[in-house]
């Protein structure tokens, strides 16, 4: 936010990182290799500084309407993530953002689908022993499985809300 650039054309996508910590140790992804905190200190998004990201979006006046909230860490970490949410809705805009779907509990996924329109993108396995085995740690795969199956029954009742749902089977 303290850099600028005028572009001709507004950006296709916009993005920003609610946190960049994550509960779990997938294979694929950088946050396993324990050098990586030392490359990325650990770092929360604070509402203050989202809403000078959401305005200024409005001051490019964005093309589409699209906030993607995710990039390495699992976005409910961060305590004010439902927050940033309701403040990308009110302003106009929609949310999309990937979890891992551990923190989703039932509060959680109530309070989300309160937030009334987003896009969410959840990798599951059909297999504990998949599952586990990719995601690095035992334990989440019912606790996912049980988020995922209640999350489906409440946003099957809302049209503004989408799920994706990926098997990251190999």
């Known amino acids: 936010l303290s850099k600028s650039a005028i572009l001709s054309y507004p950006p296709y996508q916009y993005t920003i990182e609610p946190t960049n910590q994550c509960n ?3 294979v694929f992804c950088p946050q396993s290799d324990p050098q990586h905190k030392s490359c990325r200190p650990v770092g ?3 509402e203050s500084d989202f809403k000078i990201f959401l305005r200024r979006i409005d001051e490019a006046k964005p093309g589409n309407n699209h906030i993607n909230l995710t990039l390495e860490g699992e976005p409910f970490i961060n305590p004010d993530f439902i927050r940033f ?3 990308a809705v009110d302003n106009g805009y929609f949310p999309v953002f990937a979890s891992n779907g551990t923190l989703l509990c039932r509060e959680i996924a109530d309070k989300l689908i309160a937030v009334g329109r987003f896009r969410a993108s ?3 396995a ?3 022993s998949i599952y586990e085995s990719i995601r690095g ?3 989440h795969f019912e606790v996912v499985r049980n988020n995922l199956t209640y999350l489906m ?3 099957g009742k809302h049209r503004g809300i989408h799920l994706d749902v990926h098997d990251i089977s190999p």
Do not use: T
């Open 126 to 128: 059909s297999e504990a």
């Open 137 to 139: 740690q035992k334990g």
């Open 153 to 155: 029954e409440q946003a």
């Open 44 to 46: 929360y998004l604070e």
């Open 122 to 124: 959840i990798d599951f």
């Open 24 to 26: 779990l140790k997938c």
């Open 85 to 87: 949410l309701e403040l």
